[in-house]
């Protein structure tokens, strides 16, 4: 339901969708929090609500997705820590997990520093836009990966790259 004029909360009955294989909501007008029951969604494997105005902080109940491999959160207003819990997620693809979108312009997510190390290492975090309130943790282990640098990849949903396979995104 992409650039779908799309308005409006994530209900906490979305909780409910057990089955949910892949929320895409990208490029839309989505309000208020990602709700704790997205904790649920245990079969989720992609989160994508990039570029709409969600606010708040990210559950701690997102580390429950074992099976998700892309999260992207980006452009939104989120603020707040970025859960450890995230780190959990261990079959999360570290060329699609996107909390701060290096080129974005506002809205922008707004995270309190430390980001938890093993965040670090997964997740598209850059610090040189002002996405994070504080000194970065391990500053060497950022990850700053440019747009481009998706534009050839294989697995790479967000950017609508040609299939989502073995390929990882090229550098």
């Not at 079959?91 to 965040?119: H, M, S």
């Not at 000194?135 to 990850?143: A, I, Q, V």
Request: hydrophobic share 35%; aromatic share 4%.
């Amino acid at each position: 339901v992409d650039f779908n004029q799309m308005t409006g909360t994530l209900p906490t009955e979305i909780g409910l969708m057990t089955t949910l294989a892949m929320f895409e909501a990208v490029y839309n007008s989505l309000t208020g929090t990602l709700p704790t029951e997205l904790g649920n969604l245990v079969g989720l494997s992609g989160l994508l609500v990039s570029r709409n105005s969600l606010i708040g902080t990210i559950p701690s109940e997102i580390g429950l997705l074992t099976n998700m491999i892309a999260l992207y959160l980006s452009a939104n207003q989120l603020t707040g820590l970025v859960p450890t819990e995230l780190g959990m997620v261990e079959q999360l693809e570290p060329d699609n997990c996107e909390l701060i979108y290096p080129a974005a312009t506002e809205p922008l997510n707004r995270f309190d520093a430390p980001i938890p190390p093993r965040v670090q290492s997964m997740c598209v975090v850059d610090s040189t836009e002002g996405g994070f309130l504080g000194p970065l943790s391990g500053r060497g282990n950022t990850r700053l990966v440019p747009h481009d640098a998706h534009m050839t990849c294989g697995v790479c949903m967000h950017h609508r790259c040609s299939s989502w396979g073995g390929n990882k995104c090229a550098s």
